[in-house]
């Protein structure tokens, strides 16, 4: 049987000793680059969620446009009318008629 220098069983000691002490470490960076990972990926996940919520609110003006570009124009003039009350002139030209007709002349 051999005998083993103690300087080698010493360095294989040291060796053994450096990389348990080492694997905290290592195990922290691994951990820490798992998170930053993660974390690029969710702010890619939102990222993408924005751009897909606006193009579905560029879609759905596109298709409000496209409705009120579709109604009769018939139809539209009548309801500009009625929401810009568009007899008002009508109307008081024939309440001063009605008025000067009660005044004395």
């Known amino acids: ?15 053994n000793v450096k990389v348990v002490a080492e694997a905290p470490a290592m195990s922290l960076g691994t ?21 897909q919520q606006n193009t579905l609110a560029q879609a759905a003006a596109n ?23 568009g007899g008002v002139a009508d109307n008081l030209t024939s309440l001063l008629s009605v008025l000067k007709s009660f005044s004395p002349s």
């Open 1 to 15: 049987m051999t005998t083993v220098s103690p300087q080698i069983t010493d360095a294989v000691t040291q060796t």
């Open 63 to 85: 298709q409000g446009v496209m409705q009120i570009y579709s109604v009769d124009t018939g139809a539209a003039a009548a309801t500009t009318e009625k929401i810009s009350q």
């Open 31 to 51: 951990v820490y680059q798992s998170m930053g990972h993660s974390t690029s990926i969710l702010f890619q996940n939102a990222v993408s969620a924005q751009q």
